[in-house]
């Protein structure tokens, strides 16, 4: 079995402050490692995704994450946030030779002016 | 290329009542997963369908069912509607059944049961 956790449930911070938001999984086997953002009362949008090759993925509005194998994590990271990247972000994850997600709890990120 | 949709946008049931939730896949996508999500939660997975078939399922109980039609949209049904089971409703589709698919997620249907 395969799980997702996100040590974070809220992670407040100020406009134009870098952020990281947590990501470990656990799981036997390969695995694929996906960031979904929600904005309230909305459906999870993709915003990037490990398949394999580099382990540094970004996404088009400057979010970056990296998969570390050895500590099984997938950590979020922005350099400099806007009061738009407030929603939710959740991490899943994917075995390889399966197509379903496992997510994890979520994280709330407020970006306060 | 249209999107991900889903239909009703909310709904109220009493419980013991039956439910259908409907999902329209994204052009060219023969794949459908079906995802509950509880308030303040992550999505948890119900079942999954492809190419009209049941691809795998979720711990959920029998009386969470789906269909898959030949156009590749999909419902999900729900029986013996229970108070635990308030949460929003979330469809994805997929090109196909490979595990490196990416999902892509309507916009969910919110379930209230009173």
């Known amino acids: 079995a395969q799980s997702v956790t996100q040590l974070d449930s809220q992670v407040p911070v100020f406009e134009e402050a870098p952020v990281e938001l947590r990501c470990n999984y656990s799981?036997?086997?390969?695995?694929?490692l996906f960031w979904y953002v929600q904005y309230p009362n909305q459906g999870l949008q993709l915003l990037l995704k490990?398949?394999?090759?580099?382990?540094l993925v970004e996404s088009i509005n400057g979010f970056e994450a990296e998969f570390n194998k050895s500590q099984t994590s997938f950590h979020l990271r922005k350099p400099s946030v806007h009061i738009s990247d407030t929603a939710e972000y959740f991490c899943?994850?994917?075995?390889?030779?399966?197509?379903?997600?496992?997510f994890g709890k979520g994280t709330m990120l407020l970006v306060s002016p | 290329e249209t999107g991900v949709t889903q239909s009703p946008t909310h709904l109220i049931k009493t419980r013991g009542q039956q439910v259908t939730l409907r999902c329209s896949s994204q052009?060219?996508?023969?794949?459908v997963s079906w995802y509950q999500q509880a308030l303040g939660q992550g999505p948890q997975f119900i079942f999954q369908?492809?190419?009209?078939?049941?691809?795998g399922r979720g711990n959920f109980p029998p009386r969470f069912s789906g269909l898959q039609f030949p156009n590749y949209s999909s419902e999900l049904n729900v029986n013996a509607l229970e108070l635990d089971d308030s949460a929003l409703y979330l469809c994805?589709?997929?090109?196909?059944?490979?595990?490196?698919?990416?999902?892509?997620f309507g916009p969910g249907t919110r379930l209230t049961v009173l």
């Open positions: 899943a994850v994917m075995n390889s030779g399966y197509s379903t997600l496992t």
């Open positions: 052009s060219g996508h023969n794949t």
């Open positions: 994805a589709s997929s090109e196909g059944g490979a595990g490196t698919d990416t999902q892509y």
């Open positions: 490990y398949l394999s090759g580099s382990t």
């Open positions: 799981s036997s086997v390969s695995v694929y």
């Open positions: 369908y492809y190419r009209e078939e049941e691809n």
